[in-house]
């Protein structure tokens, strides 16, 4: 079987820059996934922000997410679940405004620890993008002023722990779906496993790494490469053991950005067969997507492309 990308960035403004930039190329056409390392996030602060969160859940989470599963009676079912996810979560704003300090429960040192590293997924977001945009031929920037809209883009964490399930063959800890947006940073637990992506028709574990960051690309890259790049179906099967912690970040184009495929990337033969992507606003796909995540996505890029005729191209904000 084919091993997952594990890619360090150590060397990538190195020597060594074309065979990087080559691993990251073959990773975002074949997989939509990869880890990484030597990302430039401390490993202190990834230590702090593991020790923090599983903390926080013990502490603000675990009882009541007992308390639901017993409401629910989701301990002791006997047929598949499948309208809800064996997972307790919470979610932080970062961009274009923060909401950490308005969440209940997070003690001052968590709130300044997420802050920090929420500023450090941001910067590697964008070094990122620009990796994409260099692999694509597209000028330096062109995928974050693609993500720009008017106030800049959406960046948010949703922060998720993954307790032990007794019946995991009947409930997902997350059912299948591909992601949204632009481009996912997961930092996510070094010992417990459960996070599988669908490749060639087979679910492949996403290998638990110390200190590293999974990437995975969202519904909008698909769009602007044209396909060039696919978003990927994941899901996380829930363990009988351990409760697995994951922090995922997602950085998003702006809600009223106007995303469509980069016209370098339209071949001509995509144009004359109609194989082109649509053009919408982020926002009107995000109110589709909350419908209908755990379905298919190519519906709703044809649902999209149904209500294009009314979308007014204007020119990409710059930053």
Known sequence: ?????????????????????????????????????????????????????????????????????ASKGLDAVQAEVTDMDWESTFHLRHLPASNISELPD????YRKVMKQFAQKLEKLAEELLDLLCENLGLEKGYLKKAFYGSKGPTFGTKVSNYP?????DLIKGLRAHTDAGGIILLFQDDKVSGLQLLKDGQW??????????VINLGDQLEVITNGKYKSVLHRVIAQTDGTRMSIASFYNPGSDAVIYPAPNLVEKEAEEKNQVYPKFVFEDYMKLYTAVKFQAKEPRFEAMKEVEATVKLGPIATA
């Open 1 to 69: 079987m084919e091993k997952f990308p594990v890619i360090s960035l150590e060397k990538v403004n190195g020597e060594e820059r074309k065979t990087i930039l080559e691993q990251i190329k073959d990773a975002c056409e074949n997989w939509g996934f990869f880890e990484l390392l030597n990302h430039g996030i401390p490993h202190e602060l990834l230590d702090t922000v593991e020790r923090m969160t599983k903390e926080h859940y013990r502490k603000c989470m675990e009882q009541r997410f007992k308390e639901l599963v």
């Open 106 to 109: 997070l003690d001052d040192e």
């Open 164 to 168: 032990p399930c007794p019946k995991p």
């Open 204 to 213: 492949i574990d996403v290998p638990p790494m110390r200190h590293s960051i």
